[in-house]
């Protein structure tokens, strides 16, 4: 019943909303919600949230017009990926004892980033393997580090994208 529920809010907003990008909306009216994979039935005063995509919906009784839902958010939703392999400058920096570090990748790729110490051994890997396509975000515990200059390096589909430095502060 919950992931129904989820799949309400998309659905009102490609039906009634097409301007709005709500994450939840309340009906003053029952209604349905129908899909080839799915049927979705809610009660007035309900609150319908979450996210849905196909391609043939309708909508039977519940919104007879605008006024018949409330938005409680217009978040706008973007799907953009990166259009390029991006390494971005950790923060905090300086940092004691973690720090985030993010990257972009334009497509799915084959990824590595390893933290080296001043002097250019390797202390860690942070991630490694297969990723999907967006934002990613990769956390540093240097709990166990002396504190100084450490570089990270950033490897994805099978070239150095970037080296990037960092410090640590105890």
Avoid: W
């Amino acid at each position: 019943m919950k992931n129904i529920l989820y799949a309400g809010l998309l659905i009102l907003c490609m039906c009634v909303f097409t301007e709005l990008h709500a994450q939840s909306v309340v009906s003053f009216m029952g209604g349905d919600f129908n899909s080839p994979s799915m049927k979705l039935n809610f009660s007035a005063g309900e609150v319908i949230s979450g996210g849905f995509s196909g391609s043939t919906i309708s909508l039977a009784g519940g919104f007879t017009s605008r006024e018949d839902v409330i938005a409680t958010s217009n978040e706008q939703i973007t799907d953009a990926l990166p259009t390029v392999f991006r390494l971005n400058q950790n923060y905090p920096n300086p940092f004691n004892p973690t720090t985030n570090i993010t990257y972009d990748l334009p497509k799915a790729s084959q990824v590595r980033m390893e933290v080296y110490n001043a002097i250019g051994a390797q202390v860690a890997v942070l991630t490694e393997g297969y990723r999907s396509a967006g934002t990613h975000t990769v956390k540093f515990n240097a709990s166990g580090y002396a504190s100084g200059m450490y570089f990270y390096r950033f490897i994805a589909a099978g070239k150095v994208i970037s080296t990037k430095k960092m410090l640590l502060i105890k």
